[in-house]
């Protein structure tokens, strides 16, 4: 897994004034940026179901993709996925047309696509869910996306980490300078979060297998970057 390496910014000169980030004029600033890491091993997963059906009629493009779409739906209800975790993300009908050269095009029929987002929070399922999906209808599937359902406490961790960090920083540097870290006087969070595991395109199968598709979680990392001022003194 690619891991982001901590990044540190570090400038120190001595204030003038004070510039309205809580340092006195006699003071000597030191900005540090820190970044913390923490690894999880993901608990929900989102995917999209759709289905795709043409006809040489709107409606009647409709109604076909209607009836899938419906058995698509109740597959996935059968498997045990919640009608919380199940929502409409698009329905689109298109005019198909034949092209020819030095030709006006012809229309030779509509398409109708439904597509589903949903959230699995049984990855162990999730194999037996993908299955069901095709088996009742879905002919087009992506995804998995991995996601912690409740990062705040890994998130609170990964803070934790980062100020510790930038506090080691900010010591050793005062220490090469002769000075000491005083306190600090601002702390700013800048981007973090959950790095997001990309999500793989899963082709539909024509029948379903003997045995259910294997879904990985494997681990995530999430990470949390601080911007933090420390005052350092003699």
Do not use: C, W
Not at 72 to 97: C, E, F, H, N, W
Not at 196 to 224: F, H
Request: hydrophobic share 45%.
């Amino acid at each position: 897994m690619k891991r982001f390496l901590p990044l540190l910014l570090i400038t120190a000169t001595p204030a003038l004034a004070d510039d309205g980030k809580g340092l006195p004029d006699h003071g000597t600033r030191l900005d540090i940026v820190a970044t913390g890491h923490v690894q999880r091993t993901p608990d929900v997963a989102t995917i999209g179901a759709g289905v795709v059906t043409q006809a040489t009629e709107a409606g009647k493009a409709m109604a076909a993709n209607a009836d899938r779409m419906a058995a698509t739906v109740a597959a996935l209800r059968k498997a045990g996925v919640a009608d919380r975790d199940i929502q409409t993300a698009q329905v689109s009908l298109q005019p198909q047309y034949r092209y020819g050269d030095n030709q006006p095009p012809v229309l030779t029929g509509y398409q109708v696509s439904n597509r589903v987002t949903v959230r699995l929070r049984d990855l162990k399922a999730a194999g037996r869910v993908l299955d069901a999906l095709v088996a009742a209808g879905a002919n087009q599937i992506d995804g998995p996306s991995f996601a912690l359902d409740k990062p705040e406490a890994a998130l609170d961790e990964a803070r934790t980490q980062a100020i510790a960090t930038a506090r080691a920083r900010a010591e050793l540097y005062a220490k090469a300078a002769g000075l000491r870290v005083v306190r600090i006087a601002r702390i700013s969070e800048t981007d973090g979060g959950q790095s997001p595991i990309r999500p793989m395109p899963i082709m539909a199968m024509a029948a379903r297998k003997a045995a259910d598709t294997p879904v990985e979680a494997g681990e995530q990392e999430l990470a949390v970057s601080v911007a933090v001022s420390f005052e350092l003194g003699q």
